[in-house]
């Protein structure tokens, strides 16, 4: 008695490898966008939290930020390193570019005087696209009180994100995608407002 035996064919095989990759082509880009947006997440959370935590370190060796000077233009890198970096600590530093780079592989730069002194906080520091909204978030630290009550709504606050004060009072989230969307400064405010996390509407993708 002879029994049929059963095999793929060429064709069938390489049927079901075709299928197996289009599948894979559709899903791994969606787990590594995943991936990217909750590691940009944890460093945009931990990032914010230890600034927070050096200015009150900052506070206890120098006094109130509130007597604090403003730098003039030009001087904002020298004012971080000589009072927030002793707390923050670094990887490295770049003093010909004005950039400050983490453990975590991301940096600090920017550091323009205008109404406050302006940060840009790149979570993947040199690696592209380095453009804000993507992996570059704009943060500020006002010095005097009608810059902080216009800014955070809140004169005793010294560090925080664009319209998170009067400038955005009373702006619902669809008004804040779309500041972001237009004014790309703006997003950090919108992924302060959700928590530091890329929400499924977030304008940019990256």
Request: proline share 3%.
């Amino acid at each position: 008695m002879f029994h049929k035996k059963f095999a793929f064919t060429l064709a069938e095989v390489l049927i079901a490898m075709t299928i197996v990759g289009v599948v894979a082509a559709m899903t791994i880009p969606t787990l590594h966008y995943q991936r990217v947006k909750q590691e940009y997440s944890a460093k945009l959370k931990n990032f914010y939290s230890r600034i927070e935590n050096s200015i009150l370190d900052m506070e206890q060796d120098k006094g109130s930020f509130r007597d604090m000077t403003k730098p003039v233009s030009g001087k904002g890198f020298e004012w971080y390193m000589n009072n927030l970096d002793p707390y923050m600590g670094h990887e490295y530093v770049n003093k010909t570019t004005s950039s400050v780079y983490y453990k975590d592989g991301s940096k600090l730069g920017t550091f323009y005087t205008g109404g406050c002194l302006d940060v840009d906080y790149d979570v993947n520091g040199d690696k592209g696209p380095n453009r804000s909204g993507y992996d570059r978030f704009r943060f500020l630290f006002c010095f005097e009180d009608a810059n902080r009550n216009s800014w955070f709504g809140n004169k005793d606050i010294f560090w925080g994100t664009y319209g998170s004060g009067v400038q955005g009072a009373g702006a619902s989230r669809g008004t804040m995608i779309e500041k972001c969307r237009t004014t790309p400064y703006w997003c950090t405010r919108l992924l302060q407002n959700d928590q530091w996390e890329f929400k499924p509407d977030y304008p940019f993708k990256f």
